[in-house]
């Protein structure tokens, strides 16, 4: 049975989301303002039969849970803005070693040190783009506390599913929200696992070209033994530079996330029926842009949200939609425009799109929202 209402904060609400999800192992460096998720999990975990270890640093913490679902456990680690950037070529690792894993980033204000206990959005593209190579990546963002567990419990799921990195990219206004939740009674959420294989261990491909782009996984102490490599390898896990081994090899990380498009991406359309002016919003930013859609229907101008839950891959086809029927884009984000771009990307000239950016460390407001959309707008 569902548990009962309470005060939840959105830190803590990452961390009921992963016990759900079933992750048993937690590595991790304390950082503001991620650092709740790590006291939870260190309560936790061991009480539910996991594993919690504090790391030296974000480093080694990003190398643990890899090793750690390698040896079968769902493994996550979270952070923010320095530790997120020394986690990146443990990320690209994970990426090319196909090892299932979640990260939390809890963003704020940058570059380097930053302001540490003030919210921002300036991550979103070292989320995607992070570590070198070209790979495929998946990112959620939540705006609501309730929203950061059922993204964490997401999160787990993809990054089985796929078996890839996934990054939840929270911020600071939602990681430390309280807000009233009543979270599902734990029979009653879907939890996915990576797929074993079925053949004898002397057959095991770990890295076979199956069509739907995702092989087996086999975990350590199973009986499987398999190489494990950041160098691009064949489909038995040992390095190659045969021109067609290393091209399947990288096209198939990006099939099967391109296959998986419709089960990925994930955005949320509001009062978009009728609307001529449509708000692009994400993370924190779309409460407040949800907040000046409604003051801006009151003056008469017809506008509408669509928040973004899936960061990346891009929503492309969602936006798409969108861009056919409207006459003004906004897109509110508490950085220097890095949503934006990909908006004006996508428009290709059809509607007009503005930006509208805070990047003081205070959170963008319905007013500023709304400021910029009357801007220039002629009903």
Known sequence: ?????????????????????????????PI????????????????????????????????????GSLGGLKSMTATSGPGFSVMQENIGFAAMTEV???????????????????????????ARWGTHGDH??????????????????????LS???????????????????????????????TVDRVKPTV???????????????PPMADFGEGYRYHVTGLTHDVLGFPTTVPAEVKTAIERLHRKIALGFSDIISVEEFMLSDAEVVIVAYGCVARSAKSAALELRQKGIK??????????????????????????????????????????????????VRNCNRVDGEMLTPAEIIKTVVKDFKR
């Open 1 to 29: 049975m569902a548990r009962e209402m309470e005060l939840m904060q959105g830190n803590q609400a990452i961390a009921e989301g992963a016990f759900y999800a079933g992750a048993r192992f937690y590595a991790g460096y």
């Open 32 to 67: 503001t303002p991620s650092s709740e998720i790590a006291e939870e999990c260190s309560k936790m975990m061991p009480l539910l039969g996991g594993i919690y270890m504090q790391m030296e640093d974000e480093i080694a913490s990003m190398a643990a849970i890899i090793g």
């Open 100 to 126: 299932p894993c979640v990260v939390v980033n809890v963003m704020r204000a940058g570059p380097s040190t930053g302001l540490p206990t003030q919210p921002a959005q300036g991550d979103v593209m070292q």
């Open 136 to 157: 495929p990546m998946i990112a959620l963002c939540p705006s609501s506390v309730r929203e950061t567990f059922d993204l964490t419990v997401r999160a787990v799921n």
């Open 160 to 190: 089985e599913k796929y078996r890839v990195p996934v990054i939840l990219l929270t911020d600071e206004v939602i990681a430390h929200l309280r807000e009233k939740v009543t979270l599902p009674a734990p029979e009653t959420v879907e």
């Open 200 to 214: 004898p261990p002397d057959w095991y491909k770990p890295f076979e070209d199956v069509e739907s782009g995702i």
């Open 303 to 352: 506008a509408g949200m669509l928040r973004l839950i899936t960061l990346w891959p891009f929503p492309r086809s969602p936006l798409e939609k969108v861009v056919k029927k409207v006459r003004k884009i906004v897109v509110p984000e508490m950085n220097m425009g890095q949503v934006y771009r990909e908006v004006v990307r996508v428009n290709a000239g059809k509607a007009k």
